[in-house]
């Protein structure tokens, strides 16, 4: 059996589907935070290169960069001895070269006791869109209103043929057809950046892999036309109601599918008492903020950067 204690700082440990447990107890109090979510920090890291320990019994995190996978930075979850924590982690970093601190989620930023010490910055690339499930539902806002018709043509042209399943990534027919999805859509990428890369990487990992964790809070919608999967979404049923978006894809050669595809993802996991869902951040990419901003957020999971000042 695998250890599943974590070590001590400097000593670190490489990620593995045996820290699933602790790893959800460590963030139960604030556990809306995309990037300490387990299923998201297991799935990107298709490189291995993810490293964990713990200081003054707070997590502690090397993330591997999103959209530089040959980059790295320090993070911190937690609220014990917040200040020495992050003294502690800046200088050594800065003897690796890393200034700051990334990814501070905003109830540690708020705990510092010595905040005069710091130079604290929002990271707005990185913050976490919350968005209504009945907002999703109704689209019922001005704003809504292209997305709505687009959204209504699809349906409209495609009944005949049109059918909503939820999936069960283990079973390996379903999972043989949501890699099919996946691979299409890279085909039809016109440009292949390291993030599109990365994430392409990300689902083919919770896919494949997805024996050696518990998938059983994964809410997964397809859509089908003549029976052929077109699209898929990959949800997370957190407490509280919430719930984390990972993943969707979806042909796009057929205009409206997304928000289709979006819109009965919302009417499913409404369906499950949840009326919120994290849809993570932009990383400033221009077409994710413009996506995400459409869907118009109630509110935001703000994560800021932090380095010592002088």
């Not at 413009?290 to 380095?307: C, G, H």
């Amino acid at each position: 059996m695998q250890n599943t204690q974590l070590p001590i700082f400097p000593e670190f440990v490489a990620l593995g589907p045996h820290h699933q447990a602790q790893l959800i107890e460590a963030i139960r109090s604030n556990h809306l935070y995309s990037d300490y979510n387990f299923v998201s920090l297991w799935s990107w890291d298709h490189q291995n290169k993810l490293r964990l320990c713990t200081l003054n019994d707070n997590l502690v995190i090397r993330f591997q960069d999103y959209l530089n996978p040959e980059d790295y930075f320090y993070s911190f979850f937690g609220t014990n001895k917040i200040d020495e924590t992050a003294i502690t982690l800046l200088r050594h970093s800065s003897e690796e070269g890393k200034e700051e601190l990334k990814l501070i989620p905003e109830f540690v930023v708020q705990n510092l006791h010595q905040p005069e010490a710091f130079v604290v910055k929002e990271d707005r690339d990185s913050f976490d869109y919350i968005v209504a499930i009945k907002d999703m539902v109704d689209l019922s806002d001005s704003h809504d209103q292209s997305r709505r018709w687009s959204m209504n043509k699809f349906i409209k042209n495609h009944s005949d043929g049109l059918s909503v399943k939820e999936l069960d990534i283990k079973n390996g027919k379903h999972a043989g057809q949501m890699m099919a999805v996946v691979e299409n859509w890279r085909r039809q990428m016109r440009s292949r950046g390291s993030y599109r890369e990365s994430e392409i990487e990300a689902i083919k990992k919770l896919i494949n892999q997805q024996r050696l964790i518990k998938t059983d809070n994964l809410h997964i919608i397809g859509l089908y036309l003549d029976d052929e999967l077109k699209a898929f979404s990959i949800t997370e049923i957190l407490e509280g109601g919430f719930a984390m978006g990972h993943y969707k894809k979806s042909d796009r050669t057929y205009r409206g599918m997304g928000v289709a595809l979006e819109n009965f993802t919302a009417k499913s996991l409404g369906a499950k008492g949840v009326t919120h869902i994290n849809h993570q951040q932009d990383l400033g990419i221009a077409g994710l903020r413009q996506s995400k901003m459409a869907s118009r957020p109630v509110y935001f999971m703000k994560k800021y950067t932090l380095s010592l000042k002088g």
